[in-house]
């Protein structure tokens, strides 16, 4: 998930400039657990794969399907 590795990075040089390095361990294992590979990642990813097996393509919007999406 390159979209969020990217922001996530972002976030993490950030708060590695900004907070005490004890601190930014803390923040560091925060952020990475909210939207890391045990996060946000997977459930983008699970969602990615549920559209797919929906038989949404690249770009559709949800809501352009009369049917309703299956959870």
Same mark, same amino acid.
């Given at each position: 998930?390159? &979209?969020?590795?990217?922001?996530? @990075?972002? #976030?993490l !040089? ?12 803390a923040?560091?294992?925060?952020a &990475?657990?909210?939207?890391?590979? @045990?996060? #946000?990642? !997977? ?12 038989g ?16």
């Amino acid at each position: 998930m390159s &979209l969020v590795n990217r922001h996530l @990075n972002k #976030l993490l !040089t950030i708060a590695e400039a900004a907070l005490p390095h004890a601190q930014f361990r803390a923040f560091r294992k925060a952020a &990475l657990d909210e939207f890391g590979r @045990n996060g #946000l990642e !997977t459930e983008i990813r699970d969602l990615t794969l549920r559209m797919e097996r929906a038989g949404f393509e690249s770009g559709e919007r949800i809501s352009d399907r009369s049917k309703t999406f299956p959870s």
